[in-house]
């Protein structure tokens, strides 16, 4: 089966600017994931879909982040505007379903530069 | 409280065995998972246990888990060197809805 597809692979903005992410995830698989993984860290959860409905945005700054998946399928997670501290890889995941015996499978990331 | 706890470095020599070890802290953790990262790349499912058990085993790789002292292992036999990476351990929490946590990972180093 393909795996989670992201876009772009690398991205370098100055801060103040705006920038977006596209995530395919695996097809048939009903929940997506976007993590934030700084440097030297674990990935952090920023926000959950199950379908095209938001499950846990705990972790997401809303007043700059904000992420849709409309038709139930790909995904997009916006930064407007970027802060420095914005720099990290951000992580896109799928897996069948909520439970815990679904694991998630990751794509490769997108390299966020904000300088 | 949601925590997981790794350390952050392992140095082992080519055909020896890697232990790396992880701690959480959320006694309502359903599965526990071990993901690989290699450089550039997203993370890699190596193996998962569900909570009731105690042991798994899959080829060169075995995890253990106290749930007593909620203590996770995973341990590579016969280590090469392409299994350098970074490990991560991982938690599934039932809060309602399920949630997965990671720790910082591990970095394993093989040395020829």
């Known amino acids: 089966e393909a795996g989670v597809a992201q876009s772009p692979r690398y991205k370098i903005i100055e801060k103040r600017q705006s920038v977006a992410f596209w995530c395919n995830p695996i097809s048939g698989h009903a929940t997506l994931y976007w993590y934030q993984q700084i440097l030297g860290q674990g990935p952090k959860l920023l926000i959950q879909?199950?379908?095209?409905?938001?499950?846990?945005d705990s972790q997401l700054p809303k007043d700059r982040f904000s992420a849709e998946r409309l038709k139930g399928v790909d995904s997009t997670l916006k930064i407007q505007p970027a802060k420095l501290e914005d720099s990290a890889v951000y992580l896109c995941a799928s897996s069948r379903n909520q439970g815990g015996e679904s694991p998630l499978h990751f794509g490769n990331g997108t390299r966020l530069t904000v300088t | 409280g949601e925590d997981v706890e790794q350390s952050l470095f392992l140095s082992v020599r080519e055909g020896d065995s890697s232990v790396i070890n992880c701690t959480y802290t959320d006694s309502s953790s359903t599965y526990l998972y071990w993901y690989k990262q290699e450089p550039g790349a997203g993370l890699q499912l190596l193996t998962y246990?569900?909570?009731?058990?105690d042991m798994k085993q899959d080829q060169r790789l075995t995890v253990l888990l106290n749930k007593k002292d909620k203590h996770l292992s995973l341990r590579i036999a016969d280590t090469q060197t392409g299994d350098s990476a970074i490990y991560f351990c991982?938690?599934?929490?039932?809060?309602?809805?399920?949630?997965?946590?990671f720790g910082a990972g591990t970095r394993l180093f093989v040395k020829a």
């Open positions: 879909f199950q379908n095209n409905g938001v499950v846990d």
């Open positions: 991982a938690e599934s929490i039932d809060t309602g809805g399920f949630k997965t946590i």
């Open positions: 246990i569900f909570s009731n058990m």
